[in-house]
């Protein structure tokens, strides 16, 4: 996405977002030996010059794009045109003139801060462009330096820089430290979530009461949480990085020519930091030096949840949560891993006493790097971590089981009772490439003694023979429930409660399809189409000779389905008791 500019007197009804309270420029800090007032005016004036003499450098040698001063805006924000980009744009490299003035301005920088020790402006200035320039190193050495050590600015400086280094769990530390040092009006403006919610999300939390909506507040943030496999909540302290630079960015000059205002804080605060610029060329009949064109991540993804998810997130259905949204609210890309994906993974749960044993299988699909000799190769299998992470009501990852050494497998957790939310991760340091998928577990219902019941439909790939045993079915288990036309599908399951005194089942399992269109639906039941025969199975057989789960499985022979979604369903009949059913979905592959 870019941000060309400007659309003076455009405004956006209901904007509330308000600018940054800052120390003023030249003040120094307590504890530092202060220069005469007109010495200290002197070096900050050269300071300021230099800061606004590289940002006309870098705007004059920024490459120029035919384009328009945003007549085909997606959202307007004040003064600002955003537009949605179809995902084509990539970051060029940037031009050598820019890399020198930069350089240059950070060694001035550096000088003048000898001078004038503890200023906040230039601390702030030189780690702005020592993050544009990606040295963090240099970044986290100098806001270790910042005095005086234990104010809520230094605390933040250093959160900021932990964040780049990518360093999320300190850096989470270090802006906790900050929120309490600083006055509460600050902390309190600086944790508002307003600017990163959509009208509906932001209802709901302001429509709560005051402990409900720090329940929401500290859920949401476990939610946004890209990867639990990567220490630290990155997506939390992103948003107070963007906190820091917005202040930072209100005390200089700006890339776009114009005084910073409340519309920059808010695409800042949504979109992050530009990776790259641009200049629009002046079109026919239009003076001046045309349009800035600031850029966002291209691989950036929403990953703050919707109300609906923030509301009843064991509903979450496998593949509903989109992280790669068509209109992105706010959005985001891991430094570890900018392209998140979504993960083939399916979970199945079976009951062992009054716990859960959750099945998870998984599968990603790795980018390979053409140009990577088969040296580099043969330790693909140590570039691999995975994991699967069960969240309970109150946002915390409360049970976990980790991987490593492959991008597929199978992962078991032993649970108590519950509504979870499923977190199934796969990350490729590595490549810088990462797949997850995120969906509820809904709360089964303790067994009742002398009542039957059936686990989850087990879906597995084809195989010679049909597993006797749970253990057998575990490396045939399907991560993605597609099936070729013409092709196998394993089923297998658990039955529970059976007396052993070797009842009559009686079974009924059927396959339909589930993504018939309205019109086909309705013609069946005004009988104006035959309805589609199901095709289905169904056999009798003993119960076990002792108690405990029964484990069945069989292979199906799939005739010439079309494309498409289905259901499978198994109905176990006993004399004198009401069914019970099991449904799973899958699909036919073309």
Not at 269 to 286: D, F, K, S, T
Not at 479 to 494: C, D, K, N
Request: hydrophobic share 40%.
């Amino acid at each position: 996405m870019r941000f060309p500019i400007p659309l003076w007197g455009v405004a956006v009804a209901g904007s509330t977002l308000a600018t940054f309270p800052h120390a003023a420029a030249g003040t120094v800090l307590q504890g530092q030996s202060e220069p005469p007032r007109s010495d200290s005016l002197k070096i900050l004036e050269e300071a300021q010059d230099a800061q606004e003499l590289f940002e006309r450098v870098r705007r004059s040698h920024l490459p120029a794009v035919w384009g328009d001063s945003g007549g085909s805006c997606d959202e307007i924000v004040i003064r600002m045109c955003l537009t949605h980009d179809d995902g084509s744009w990539e970051p060029t490299p940037e031009p050598a003139e820019i890399q020198e003035a930069r350089t240059e301005l950070l060694g001035l920088l550096e000088a003048l801060a000898v001078k004038l020790p503890g200023d906040e402006w230039i601390l702030g200035q030189r780690l702005r462009y020592l993050a544009e320039s990606g040295l963090w190193d240099e970044a986290l050495g100098l806001s270790r330096g910042c005095v005086p050590a234990g104010s809520w600015w230094c605390h933040a400086v250093l959160g900021y820089a932990l964040h780049g280094k990518g360093d999320a769990a300190s850096a989470e530390e270090a802006f906790r430290r900050a929120l309490a040092a600083m006055p509460a009006e600050l902390a309190q403006e600086w944790s508002d979530l307003e600017v990163l919610l959509d009208l509906d999300g932001w209802s709901l939390l302001d429509g709560a009461s005051e402990e409900e909506r720090a329940r929401l507040t500290r859920f949401l943030w476990a939610l946004a949480d890209p990867l639990f496999l990567v220490p630290g909540n990155d997506r939390a302290t992103e948003h107070f990085s963007r906190q820091v630079e917005a202040r930072i960015r209100s005390q200089g000059r700006s890339t776009y020519a114009m005084s910073w205002g409340k519309d920059m804080a808010e695409l800042l605060l949504r979109y992050g930091r530009e990776v790259g610029w641009e200049r629009a060329r002046p079109g026919p009949g239009q003076t001046g030096p045309g349009t800035i064109i600031g850029h966002h991540h291209p691989d950036s993804r929403e990953f703050i949840p919707s109300v609906r998810m923030l509301r009843q997130p064991w509903d979450i259905q496998p593949g509903e949560w989109k992280l790669e949204a068509e209109v992105p609210h706010a959005s985001y890309a891991p430094a570890y891993a900018p392209s998140v994906e979504e993960l083939d993974a399916s979970a199945y749960r079976l009951r062992r006493g009054d716990s859960l044993l959750v099945i998870f299988v998984y599968g990603a699909e790795p980018h390979e790097d053409p140009d990577r000799d088969a040296s580099s190769r043969a330790g693909d299998r140590e570039r691999w971590e995975s994991g699967v992470f069960l969240l309970t009501e109150d946002g915390v990852p409360a049970y976990e089981a980790r991987s490593s050494g492959d991008s597929a497998g199978v992962l078991t957790l032993l649970v108590p009772l519950g509504r979870y939310l499923a977190s199934v991760e796969a990350l490729d340091r590595q490549g810088a490439w990462a797949a997850r998928t995120r969906y509820g577990l809904g709360d089964p219902q303790p067994l009742v003694p002398g009542a039957v019941a059936l686990s989850d439909l087990l879906l597995l790939a084809s195989g010679e023979h049909e597993p006797s045993s749970l253990e057998e079915t575990l490396p045939r288990l399907l991560a993605r429930a597609h099936v070729p036309a013409r092709g196998r599908l394993g089923v297998s399951w658990e039955v529970y409660g059976l007396r052993p005194v070797k009842e009559h089942l009686r079974y009924r399992l059927t396959v339909v399809r589930r993504d018939r269109s309205f019109l086909r639906r309705a013609g069946e039941w005004l009988r104006l189409f035959d309805r589609e025969p199901p095709l289905f199975l169904a056999w009798e057989e003993q119960g076990p000779e002792r108690p405990g789960p029964q484990f069945r499985a069989l292979n199906l022979d799939l005739p010439d389905l079309d494309p498409g979604e289905y259901e499978v369903t198994l109905e176990l009949s006993l004399p004198g008791r009401s069914a019970i059913i099991a449904t799973r979905g899958f699909r036919v592959s073309g």
